[in-house]
């Protein structure tokens, strides 16, 4: 398997002005690297959306290379986060994003740092682990303790995907086709996911995303639940959900931004695609995070 190391935290695009005003913060998914134009090569560059040439990306690694006695959580990945902008001497930032983890990562950041974004958006993403994602994950853990590091990791791959993907999709792409040697089309598609992410992902990496991924909730260890937490933030939070999602609903979204209060709003996406929309969909991506980069809220300023 690859031991593939992954950078601390990737910097791009133009410098970072004094106040922050141009900075903006990703947080990868669960698979992603940290650099958002490997997963949204469509919007990261000169002339797109995230213009490169005016805007400062900077994309933390959720997982350290070494990690130690304590549990990786969420809340520390975000605290990861704040302590990279600490040592590149950025205080207030305009928008942090996330998707997936990542952006349960960014409910986290805006929790922890109610006072130091303007925006943040959070894109198919709980307030809370859901008990139906937390059994996918066992399933997932279980399939690489049965199986073994390879042949397990690549099932519990396969076992993502099927929750990534809508039954639409699938039937519309494979329906009965099979292979020339009697394989299903959509089990050949499984395989090749499977294989592909053995070669290029770590497995304990992998392994401390799900733990982290379970133990999510924003409102926890005295927050006072999950409005009190992001009722807090002082910028602008923006939930966007997937119609179709069949491992976050569009309603485990609107929960959490209808709880946030009235700094919080909520978009959806219509894609056959599912949770992977949010990956996707570039050009529905595009138009949020366009919209969002283009209003003119205040500037907070660092409480």
Same mark, same amino acid.
């Given at each position: 398997?690859? &031991?593939?190391? =992954?950078?601390?935290?990737?910097? #791009?695009?133009? &410098?970072?002005r004094e106040d922050g005003s141009?900075?903006?913060?990703f947080f990868h998914s669960l698979t992603g690297e940290p650099d958002p134009a490997t997963w949204w090569p469509g919007l990261v560059g000169p002339g797109k959306v995230l213009d490169t040439r005016s805007w400062c990306l900077v994309t933390p690694d959720l997982v350290p290379d070494q990690?130690?006695?304590?549990?990786?959580?969420?809340?520390?990945?975000?605290q990861?986060?704040?302590? %990279? !902008?600490?040592?590149?001497?950025?205080?207030?930032?305009?928008?942090?994003?996330?998707?997936?983890?990542?952006? /349960? @990562?960014? !409910?986290?950041?805006?929790?922890?740092? &109610?006072?130091?974004?303007?925006? %943040? %958006? @959070? =894109?198919?993403?709980?307030? %809370?682990?859901?008990? #139906?994602?937390?059994?996918?994950n066992h399933i #997932?853990?279980?399939?690489?303790?049965?199986?073994?590091?390879?042949?397990? =990791?690549?099932?519990?791959? /396969?076992?993502?995907? !099927?929750?990534?993907?809508?039954?639409d999709e699938l039937e519309e792409r494979f329906g009965q086709e099979r292979r020339d040697d009697g394989l299903p089309q959509v089990a050949s598609w499984l395989e090749h996911h499977g294989r592909k992410l053995v070669a290029r992902?770590?497995?304990?990496?992998?392994?401390?995303l799900l733990d982290a991924?379970?133990?999510?909730?924003?409102?926890?260890?005295?927050?006072?639940?999950?409005?009190?937490? !992001?009722?807090?933030f002082q910028g602008h939070l923006l939930g966007v959900g997937i119609k179709g999602d069949l491992l976050y609903p569009p309603e485990t979204v609107r929960s959490w931004c209808r709880q946030a209060g009235s700094r919080a709003g909520y978009r959806e996406i219509e894609s056959v695609h599912g949770h992977d929309a949010f990956l996707l969909e570039e050009g529905a991506v595009a138009e949020i995070l366009g919209g969002v980069l283009a209003s003119r809220r205040r500037v907070l300023r660092a409480g």
């Open positions: 398997m690859n &031991p593939r190391h =992954f950078p601390a935290w990737r910097l #791009q695009g133009a &410098p970072p141009n900075v903006l913060l990690v130690g006695d304590a549990p990786l959580t969420t809340r520390t990945m975000a990861v986060a704040g302590s %990279v !902008l600490d040592r590149l001497g950025i205080g207030t930032i305009r928008m942090a994003v996330g998707g997936s983890v990542g952006g /349960m @990562v960014a !409910l986290e950041w805006a929790a922890t740092y &109610p006072h130091r974004t303007r925006d %943040v %958006v @959070v =894109f198919a993403a709980p307030a %809370v682990h859901p008990a #139906q994602a937390m059994g996918w #997932q853990r279980e399939a690489i303790r049965v199986a073994g590091p390879e042949r397990g =990791f690549a099932l519990a791959r /396969m076992t993502a995907m !099927l929750t990534y993907r809508t039954p992902y770590p497995l304990e990496r992998y392994l401390h991924m379970d133990g999510h909730d924003v409102g926890d260890d005295g927050r006072g639940g999950v409005g009190a937490a !992001l009722g807090a």
